[in-house]
């Protein structure tokens, strides 16, 4: 998906969903559906506009396992259709996250490491909801990457611009103020100088496993292996 560029609304806007934006949003929550039965027993988070609603039809599905599991177990529960594997990291300070690739606008990411609390705050940054709401169609307010607040209404969304709104943001979304000012933070400064790329982005070889390639990623990089040792390992 192209970049979306930080915006300024200023004032609170209601968007009324066509019918084909409605259309995309419950064929996306169908095929994110026949994933996260598969990754049932491991409480799979679907998070983003798929999670509010807000869907366009080029919107990726992504699916967080919110707990450090043994990678065999999710991809036997994957088995026959995982496309891709790698290992992502997105700052020397991030989570590192194992990324299983489903298909072009698909994925499953789990983190190889214990995550912090502030870590996991991010997906409900964004607006996450568990495999029951996604059988009942519910939809959750989140912050999409122009730093809006979506607020899902029967009719589609109530917009309203976070700056400014730190404290209510914080409040709506049942995070702390630390990641909501940490997110306007990265996205500004990202939206002023540019994507300046990820840390870590490392496909896995079939024949090895994700803590085998990260193992040997962290016996390169001491960023990688310092994380690793915080986190209690591997």
Do not use: C
Request: no cysteine.
């Amino acid at each position: 998906m192209p970049r979306e560029k930080v915006v300024k609304i200023w004032d609170e806007r209601e968007v009324v969903y066509p019918p084909k934006r409605w259309h995309y949003l419950w064929e996306k929550r169908e095929k994110a559906l026949k994933i996260m039965e598969r990754l049932e027993q491991f409480d799979p988070q679907l998070y983003g506009s798929v999670a509010r609603g807000d869907v366009r039809r080029d919107s990726d599905i992504d699916i967080f396992i919110p707990y450090k599991v043994p990678s065999y177990l999710i991809e036997l529960a994957l088995e026959g259709i995982v496309s891709r594997r790698k290992i992502v990291m997105a700052t020397p300070w991030h989570l590192i996250k194992g990324v299983i690739e489903i298909d072009e606008e698909t994925t499953v990411t789990f983190p190889l490491i214990e995550p912090t609390e502030r870590e996991l705050e991010f997906y409900k940054w964004g607006g996450a909801i568990d495999i029951w709401d996604v059988k009942t169609k519910q939809r959750v307010p989140g912050v999409n990457k122009k730093l809006i607040l979506i607020v899902p209404t029967e009719r589609g969304h109530i917009e309203r611009e976070v700056v400014g709104r730190e404290s209510e943001v914080a409040k709506i979304l049942g995070v702390s103020i630390d990641i909501v000012t940490e997110r306007i933070h990265v996205l500004t400064r990202r939206d002023a100088i540019g994507r300046t790329g990820t840390y870590l982005n490392e496909e896995v070889p079939d024949w090895m496993t994700f803590e085998e390639a990260l193992k040997l990623i962290a016996d390169r990089d001491p960023n990688v292996r310092r994380k690793v040792r915080e986190a209690g390992g591997i």
